[in-house]
Every structure is written in C-alpha cells, then in structure tokens.
C-alpha cells in the first residue's frame, strides 16, 4: 500500500489553516499506488486528496508538473488542479515533508479495459498531445532510452542472482539494439510517461481524469502511445495479448493526432523500448525494495514476456 508516511488529525489541521479549504472532516489513507503518500481528505467544504511526496518525486520538479497541470485544464484536458493557499503558493510541508493540495476528481480506477474504454483512453491521450503544443517548459525523460544501459548495469549482478544469466543476456542485447535503432528524428511532445488503466478515472464510460503525471517529461509524442500500449494491450491477470484492446487505444488516438507512415513504422521498435522501461524499474524496485516494505513490488517478468511478444510479432497498425 502507499500511506510510507502516517499523518495525525492535528497535522493535518495545522496544514489546511494555510488554504480557504474548510475543516478537516476525515482523513483515509488510499492503498493504491507506489510513488507517493496518498490520503483522500474531506472537509466542510469539498473532497482533495492530500499527497505527501516521498522520495522517487523529486521536489524541484513540482514546479513543473505543476504548471503543467494548469496548462493542460486551461486546455480543457480532464486533469486535477493543485489547490493554491491564501499566498497562493501550492506546495506546503507536513510531517517534515513536501505535500500538496489537490482537487479530488470523480471516477474509478480501470482494472479490466474494455474496448469501449481503450477507445475513450487513445482519445484522451490524443486531445491530451494537442493540448500540450503551447507548453514551453521541457522536463527530460528520466527513465528514457537514454537511461537504460546503465540502469540495467547499476543492479546487473543482483538481477542475474534473481533471474538467472540467459535473460540479462537477453536483456543487454536488446539494450544495444534499442539505442542501435531508437528513432532520433520522430515529433516530440511532453507526454504522461505513466499512462496506465489505473491512472485514468472513468465515470459513465468517459475518461473523467487522468492523474498521476509525475513521470510527465518531454520525449517522442508515440512513445507515450507505446508505453499505454504496452499496459492496455496484455490482460492483466493471464498476461495474454488482446489485439483488439490496442487497436481501439491506437485508432482513439489517431481520431486526434494524424500519424505520419514513418511514426508507424517505428512503432513496434517504441513498443520495445516501453517495455524495456518498465521492466528496468520494475527490476530496480524488486532488487531494492525489501520484501518488508509497505509497497506492493510489481513482477519484471510481465514485462520480460510483452517484450518477447513485441519482438516476436511486432504491432500490425489497424486501418
Ligand atoms: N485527483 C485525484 N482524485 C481522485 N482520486 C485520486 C486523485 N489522485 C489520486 N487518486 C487516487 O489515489 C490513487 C493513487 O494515486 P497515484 O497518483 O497513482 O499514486 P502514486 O503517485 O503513488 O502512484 C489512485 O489510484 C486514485 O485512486
Ligand atoms: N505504472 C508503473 C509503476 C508506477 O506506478 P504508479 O502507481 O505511479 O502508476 C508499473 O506498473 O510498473
């Protein structure tokens, strides 16, 4: 579960004394998630959610994340605002901490995507590219193609005890082909970098939010549809590839974005690179989380075998 930090009722009252936002009603800790602690707080006035930035947030960046934000709403995008306090300043601290304020937004939290809904979530991500052409601000992609050798590296000796030689083997030669044929010249865009079933909120079947954007960076604007692609497109108990789930994220998109042949082309090469990423961090948090963490470790191997899957057969693009 994600509450790494506990906060007390006096905390929390001490902190809303900075904002026009009402009396602390009730404060719950919410389970899901990996980054952040997050608590569903009511007051006499509204629903926020209270997110104290743990350490994978690096506070420097909330600026960022935080216009970004503002940019992306003023552009009619479904995110959730940063609550500014009565000096308008957004970002407080609690318990020692960095933390903020944010607007609660209705919805639940996909587990099982259904076309209608891959449909509603390629659209979203595609009115959410056009939405971020006028934001100047660029944040690099931490953990971009760029990254991955050396995080490979960095935990190599830990992951071959784990996970035997033959698929670090495999791992690092798929790292030189990556950076062999990582397409240099695609459009680029600031992208979610996160967009997984679980960071969307859907209400009546529309995509009511998207949150969770402190992966947001500026990379390839495709890279991010790889990336949901990768997390769409694979049942998430049985691992199985559904086809028809990435088709609908992937002609969602494309009713927003039209896509030159050469961004098509590259297209199973992103793919590759998405799960690549994710299998890296996944790998990082199993070697370095203890099994007496709080937080839920997520299995590198979902990504070993989508990776295999992308290379085997690559993505036909629906018409
Ligand atoms: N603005 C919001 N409105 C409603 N619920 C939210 C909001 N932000 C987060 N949540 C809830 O908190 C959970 C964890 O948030 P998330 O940002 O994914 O955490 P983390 O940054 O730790 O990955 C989400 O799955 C969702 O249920
Ligand atoms: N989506 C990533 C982990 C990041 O977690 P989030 O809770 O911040 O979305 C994964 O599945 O590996």
Redesign the pocket.
Known sequence: M?VFTQVSAEQVDLFLENFDAGNLISLKG?A???????F?LETDKARY?L?IYEQR?DVNDLPYYISLLDHLSTSNCPV?AFIKDKSGNVVQQIAGKSACL??????V?LQHPTEKLALEAGKAMGQMHLAAHGFTQQRENKMGQAHWANLLASCEKEARDSFGDELIDNMKLECGFLEAYWPKSLPKSTIHA?YFP??L?ILNEKVN?I??F?FACSDIALFDVAIAHSAWSFHSETNIYQENIGNMFLLGYQQHRILSDEEKTMFTILCRGASMRFFLSRLYDWINTPPSALVMRKDPLIYYRRLQHYIEHGVKWPN
């Open positions: 994600a919410i899901e998630g990996v980054e952040n602690s997050n569903l959610i997110t947030v959730p944010i607007e609660f937004m209705e919805g939290s996160d679980d960071n909120l939010a949150i969770d402190y």
